[in-house]
């Protein structure tokens, strides 16, 4: 059955990507994923403005439809470069991942599909927070 995903995801981002804002970098990024429960698709793609660093990845853009059409947890995610290659998120990207996805999603990478706890070894996330009670601990 996973096995079946990766093709409608990768044409998720492949089209996702066809619709990025990248006129500085030139580099259009697609993203596709799959929400637990209902099995539907989100997909983001970058969206890049004159002050460079403050540019939204494509991830930002797919995290924020999972939300806006009813949020969920993510259990399979690709994301692609203008030209359909597969690329990996970069480390931001990845903590964003892990916090709508967790340990075991599985991400599509240039070498495999792997595991997020393998992309992010030793995770900070919402249970570090809850772990160090009211205020971080202060």
Same mark, same amino acid.
């Given at each position: ?6 093709? #409608?995801?990768? #044409? ?10 990248? /006129?500085?970098?030139?580099? /259009? ?52 470069? $203008? +030209? ?6 970069? $480390? ?10 967790? /340990? ?21 996330? /919402?249970?570090?927070?809850? +772990? ?7």
């Amino acid at each position: 059955m996973t096995e079946a995903i990766w093709p #409608a995801l990768r #044409a998720a981002a492949r089209d996702a990507a066809s619709r990025a804002y990248a /006129p500085y970098s030139h580099y /259009p990024v697609g993203a596709a994923a799959r929400v637990a429960g209902d099995g539907r698709t989100v997909t983001g793609c970058n969206v890049e403005n004159a002050s460079y660093g403050i540019g939204l990845c494509a991830e930002c853009g797919l995290v924020s439809a999972l939300h806006a059409t009813g949020g969920g947890r993510l259990t399979h995610f690709t994301c692609c470069d $203008g +030209d359909g290659r597969t690329i990996t998120p970069c $480390g931001r990207c990845r903590q964003l991942l892990w916090e709508h996805g967790g /340990p075991d999603l599985l991400v599509d990478t240039p070498e495999g599909i792997v595991r997020m706890e393998r992309m992010l070894p030793q995770a900070f996330g /919402p249970a570090h927070l809850r +772990d160090a009670g009211p205020a971080g601990g202060r």
